[in-house]
């Protein structure tokens, strides 16, 4: 059964507080991304990686960078967290073409007090 | 620039009646649509997807249409029921490449008994 794993479901930090979210997939896909939930907004496009060590800024990637190390793992830095970074945090392993399709961790309730 | 968006924030439908959820598209190189399900706290499941040479693809009670001259999707579900309440995101990708989705906004359905 195909599994992408999020370390923490919920997480209270402090503003100016470095923050690491990891997520580990067990499938052996290249792409991975992460993306923030924010109600009346969606799912909107902070990072992804399409292999080691390679990373591209998604739509709002200000404020945040990441890190691949592994294949299984792509890891999310908030440098210092911020009040409006407050939200949910997804992870997604995406399948190779022709039949996309991404799977999510369970997700990350990120409060910054 | 919302390149994907649901226009409706919420549905409330009758247990048992088809459900309609529409998303709208603005960029033609999107080529492969999916729809995903989202339970409160839990990521994004994915339900059915579309490639852009078909109009029309069916799983069980959902079904996803696809009007490329309108640039617009849809997802019926029918019959409706009780456990088909969640937010449901629409997303769009193109094949090549890094396969990034981009999704909605989102649609709250609630079923009613």
């Known amino acids: 059964d195909v599994k992408v794993t999020q370390s923490s479901r919920y997480l209270v930090k402090r503003t100016g507080e470095k923050v690491f979210l990891e997520c580990v997939q067990d499938m052996d896909h290249e792409n991975m991304f992460w993306y923030r939930q924010d109600p009346g907004l969606g799912l909107r496009l902070i990072y992804f990686s399409y292999d080691v060590k390679m990373k591209e800024k998604g739509d709002i990637p200000e404020g945040y960078s990441v890190s691949r190390e592994k294949k299984e793992r792509f890891s999310l830095i908030l440098e210092s967290a911020s009040t409006n970074q407050t939200s949910m945090y997804l992870c997604?392993?995406?399948?190779?073409?022709?039949?996309?399709?991404?799977?999510f961790g369970q997700g990350t309730r990120l409060t910054v007090v | 620039d919302q390149q994907v968006k649901q226009n409706s924030p919420s549905l409330s439908v009758q247990e048992g009646r088809i459900s309609i959820l529409n998303c709208d598209y603005t960029n033609s190189m999107f080529d492969y649509f999916l729809w995903y399900k989202k339970y409160p706290a839990e990521g994004p499941t994915f339900l059915i997807s579309i490639s852009s040479i078909k109009d029309k693809n069916e799983d069980g009670r959902f079904t996803v249409f696809l009007n490329k001259s309108a640039k617009h999707l849809s997802l019926h579900i029918v019959p409706s029921q009780p456990g088909d309440s969640a937010v449901y995101f629409c997303a769009a990708t193109r094949i090549q490449g890094a396969q990034k989705l981009v999704f909605g906004q989102g649609t709250r359905l609630t079923i009613n008994p």
């Open positions: 997604a392993s995406v399948t190779p073409a022709p039949n996309t399709e991404a799977f």
